[in-house]
């Protein structure tokens, strides 16, 4: 199969990252924290080890501040639900996914959306144009899972610092693509898939906090201050009731040590080759519609939107399966995106390439686009 849904999860995984949760299953199935024998100590080294790699890997101040997470979605919740209350403001961008518009709206609180243009410049004016005296938080992603148009947030990160509002960057398509550095930046709060751009498994999120949070949503044991029924005030137990996916975790570990082997740079370089290559095979296509500009480095991610003329496109991505070539259908969970591109109603065929692709399977799918 030609696997172009990385924008879903990476469907290669490094056999290091396999042989990780491997020897985790075998040799760690203990519970770190919780027992002072040497498995359990054991699986505390690795964890810890992996918060350190993480926290340096984002340029974040300690261990301390990485809390593991189901996944990127509930790090995300535990930011909005954590500091926000009734009253407060919030900026968005309209190319967010439902991860972020979803408890917004639950909670009810007041956002503004900020138009993100193909010019950072008029991206920036907009955001610092809606600022309101009582915007608490800005929450955006560092690249669109629909468009691929990566946002200025180094700069917007910058604004926040000297406004004094908490800014908090949805690293689902940038983490392990992208360079993020947190203190660089003025990144209060990332939150992480690593199932994507970090080859990790499944089932693990990651949540790095340079900035306290107020509120839990999740309380329960932590293997500390037993005897207390307040959940501890400190990072990471505050946020880590239960027992950790000690195997994603390991797999997490070692999906890090290969993004840091192969260079972040030069996985995007690669993405963006072939990401480029399909660009420019599909829009020789009089029947594809494509949805985005042409795909320039340090503008976009690997992403690809489009679609076949009048076929929907949970039907072409049926036809494109019957031919062993996986892409996305549907609005992607991100409906703000969608809007945008006015294909509300259709939805858009999305491919999105990882290091693991190569340039031949890029031809083989432009080709099968020709015959469709």
């Given amino acids: 199969m030609i696997y172009f849904d990385n924008a879903a999860t990476s469907g290669h995984k490094p056999q290091t990252v396999i042989n990780a949760v491997n020897y985790a299953m075998k040799n760690l199935s203990a519970n770190p924290g ?4 040497k498995a359990s100590i054991l699986a505390s080294d690795m964890v810890y080890n992996t918060r350190k790699k993480l926290a340096d890997f984002f340029g974040a101040e300690g261990a301390e501040q990485v809390i593991f997470t189901q ?3 509930q ?3 535990f930011v909005i639900k954590g500091i926000l209350k009734k009253g407060d403001h919030v900026l968005v961008s309209n190319l967010e996914h439902n991860a972020v518009m979803r408890p917004l709206f639950k909670m009810g609180i007041n956002y503004d959306a900020v138009t993100v243009f193909d010019d950072d410049n008029d991206t920036i004016l907009d955001f610092e144009k809606k600022i309101k005296a009582n915007t608490k938080l800005v929450i955006m992603t560092a690249a669109s899972n629909v468009t691929g148009k990566i946002l200025p947030f180094a700069e917007i990160g910058k604004i926040c610092h000297k406004r004094g509002i908490f800014f908090c960057l949805d690293g689902a398509q940038g983490a392990g693509v992208l360079p993020i550095n947190m203190q660089k930046m003025h ?4 939150c992480v898939a690593p199932h994507k751009g970090l080859y990790a498994p499944m089932g ?4 790095i906090c340079r900035k306290p949070i107020e509120n839990t949503i999740i309380e329960g044991g932590t293997g500390s201050s037993s005897l207390n029924l307040k959940q501890p005030d400190i990072l990471p137990e505050m946020l880590e009731s239960g027992t950790l996916n000690v195997p994603a975790i390991a ?4 999906g890090l040590d290969f993004v840091g082997q192969v260079g972040i740079e030069n996985i995007y370089k690669k993405e963006m080759r072939l990401c480029k290559a399909f660009y420019d095979g599909i829009s020789k296509n009089k029947k594809i519609l494509i949805y985005t500009k042409e795909p320039l480095m340090h503008k976009y991610a690997p992403v690809m939107p489009f679609n076949l003329q009048g076929v929907p496109s949970e039907r072409a991505a049926e036809i494109l399966d019957s031919h062993s070539i996986a892409v996305r259908a549907g609005l992607h969970c991100a409906p703000s995106a969608h809007k945008t591109l006015n294909t509300t109603d259709f939805g858009t065929l999305r491919a999105s390439f990882s290091v693991f692709n190569n ?3 890029v031809l083989r799918a432009i080709n099968a686009l020709k015959n469709v």
């Avoid at 919780?34 to 024998?37: E, I, L, T």
């Avoid at 990144?187 to 990332?190: P, V």
């Avoid at 797999?251 to 070692?254: I, P, Q, V, W």
């Fill in 204 to 207: 693990i999120g990651v949540l």
């Fill in 187 to 190: 990144i209060d709060y990332l």
């Fill in 71 to 73: 996944n990127c979605t």
């Fill in 251 to 254: 797999g997490l570990s070692a």
């Fill in 359 to 361: 340039e031949n399977e």
């Fill in 34 to 37: 919780r027992s002072g024998h």
């Fill in 75 to 77: 790090s995300i919740n």
